[in-house]
């Protein structure tokens, strides 16, 4: 699960959010592993991953390579600068429940040099909300459905996923309400 989550960070087809939601489902269903232990190790992970970025952006930076510099990729990294300059806490909150976003977010906010000590505090805490409420969804299903983790996970992803798709359309829906917002999904 932990490395699915920190590889989340980078490549966004990677199930970590689904992982997540498995293992607070088994956790519920079988005793183990502990919910709490569920939750810090996706926590640590997703925070990780989350720096992982920041260094990557505050490193290379994000015209290196030729696939930065990609109409979408930069349209992308745009939304991202003006977004951090908007309201760094509120940012990093909401891309962590967003892929691109999220990615986006972390290597700007390396390239762009801010203040490392105050984005380790708020990654670390989006994270671990992140983690509390991924790995809830499925305790939360294991808890009300009978037949053990054979049931809960697998319902469990599908109401994960479907909580997912379900913010993705009110976003877009109150995005296309904005007309300064670009899309990055």
């Known amino acids: ?49 989350d720096i992982a970025c920041y260094l990557i952006g505050r490193f290379v930076g994000t015209e290196r390579w030729g696939w930065m510099r990609a109409p979408r990729v930069r349209r992308a990294l745009d939304w991202a600068r003006r977004r ?50 991924q790995a809830s969804v499925g305790a939360a299903v294991a808890a009300v459905l009978p037949g053990g983790p054979i049931v809960a996970v697998p319902v469990s992803v599908a109401v994960a996923i479907g909580l997912g798709l379900l913010i993705d359309l009110i976003t877009r829906r109150s995005r296309r309400d904005l007309p300064d917002e670009t899309p990055v999904a």
């Open 84 to 133: 951090l300059d908007g309201g760094m806490a509120t940012v990093l909150f909401t891309a962590r429940f967003v892929p691109f976003a999220r990615l986006a977010i972390n290597l700007v906010a390396g390239a762009s040099r801010v203040h490392p000590p105050r984005y380790l505090a708020l990654v670390t805490v989006a994270a671990l909300g992140w983690a509390v409420y």
């Open 1 to 49: 699960m932990c490395l699915l989550v920190f590889g989340d960070a980078f490549l966004v087809v990677i199930p970590g959010e689904v992982a997540v939601t498995a293992m607070g489902a088994a956790s519920v269903s079988t005793g183990a592993p502990p919910l709490w232990a569920v939750i810090a190790c996706a926590a640590a992970a997703a925070a990780l991953g």
